[in-house]
């Protein structure tokens, strides 16, 4: 089992349209969490952190679970230019920072 | 441009030669992390470097690789009698301690 799973899609969705994605951790000692893109044959950028309290930044909505282990982020008003790979990712402060990413869920979003 | 910088951003070589990718990181940071992705799948962690120390490597990390980081700025990570499975894209992310990895673009290895 892999140790962030993710619905790899793809999610094929219109403009304008609301499109969630979930994500579970199976290590309890992750203590930081995050959205990553990755445009196709690009590198990964930082989208957002995920906060226990939940988080928010502009059209971008990230949730954090740590009892179900569970994270997921809702794009609202979806763009064309959102058509990417959602890459969640855990860390461990005491393991370097090392980032373990999900396999990604692609999103395709249609005129 | 002041970004991670990552050279050749492609490489295609033959089974059983060695190569070596350099990891420019953003200047002022002290960690250093090299990834490798392959097709469908995220990146997975390889190694990392605390200014030149190397801190911490994956089992995914055969004898057949090496990673230096001298000076602690810039790394380089070396391949040797490379083979069918190493083909990957290799990335390197820099960060200052407990803050967030800025990836470079990447070096696409070929093995032929």
């Known amino acids: 089992r892999k140790e962030v799973e993710q619905d790899p899609g793809p999610f094929n969705v219109p403009e304008g349209a609301t499109v969630a994605f979930n994500c579970t951790y199976s290590?309890?000692?992750?203590?930081?969490f995050f959205w990553y893109r990755q445009d196709c044959r690009k590198e990964p950028k930082l989208l957002m952190s995920v906060y226990s309290s939940g988080n928010e930044d502009g059209r971008f909505t990230a949730q954090l679970n740590r009892a179900s282990q569970y994270i997921s982020l809702l794009i609202r008003d979806s763009k064309l230019s959102d058509s990417a790979t959602y890459l969640c990712?855990?860390?461990?402060?005491?393991?370097?920072?090392?980032?373990?990413f999900g396999g990604g869920t692609r999103l395709m979003v249609k005129p | 441009d002041t970004g991670v910088s990552q050279n050749p951003r492609h490489k295609i070589t033959k089974r059983g030669q060695n190569v070596t990718f350099r990891c420019d990181p953003i200047s002022e940071h002290n960690r250093l992390y090299w990834y490798r992705q392959t097709l469908g799948q995220g990146p997975e962690f390889l190694t990392y470097?605390?200014?030149?120390?190397?801190?911490?490597k994956s089992r995914l990390l055969s004898d057949r690789f090496s990673a230096e980081r001298p000076k602690g700025s810039f790394s380089t990570l070396e391949i040797q009698r490379t083979e069918q499975g190493d083909s990957a894209m290799y990335l390197c992310?820099?960060?200052?301690?407990?803050?967030?990895?800025?990836f470079g673009d990447g070096t696409r290895l070929s093995i032929l």
């Open positions: 990712v855990v860390s461990r402060t005491g393991a370097g920072n090392m980032l373990t």
């Open positions: 470097f605390q200014n030149e120390a190397q801190l911490e």
């Open positions: 290590n309890s000692a992750s203590q930081s």
């Open positions: 992310a820099s960060s200052l301690i407990n803050q967030p990895q800025h």
